[in-house]
């Protein structure tokens, strides 16, 4: 399985961008999948995620209301809306195989990162 984030970029602050996950490998409606983001010398944060189990969602209070992540068979969507500076990180998508409701303590497969830059 490969995850592959992409959509990340340079955006002022409140503005909007959109993150694109796209694997090989499985199927996202089958899977718990969701989105972390890292900042520098902080611990990385889970901001959302989809449940395998019942695709109930979950969102960090960082980004509840601001954030809205998606999925279909193809692709996961993570919409970005009223971006602030505290939000620049990389952000990384996530998936599991695990059969449950997120968020999950272990995720099986990571893509890699990709850099949003939100400018104030």
């Known amino acids: 399985v490969q995850l592959q984030a992409s959509g990340g970029g340079k955006v002022q602050a409140g503005g909007s961008l959109t993150l694109t996950c796209t694997a090989s490998?499985?199927?996202?409606?089958?899977?718990?999948s969701g989105w972390f983001r890292r900042v520098p010398g902080k611990e990385r944060e889970e901001i959302s995620c989809i449940s395998s189990s019942d695709g109930s969602t979950y969102y960090a209070n960082s980004v509840k209301g601001r954030f809205t992540v998606s999925r279909d068979s193809a692709k996961m969507v993570l919409h970005m809306n009223s971006l602030q500076s505290e939000d620049t990180a990389v952000y990384y998508c996530v998936a599991d195989h695990s059969y449950s409701t997120c968020p999950i303590s272990h995720y099986d497969f990571w893509g890699q990162g990709t850099q949003v830059t939100v400018s104030s």
């Open positions: 490998g499985f199927t996202f409606d089958r899977y718990t």
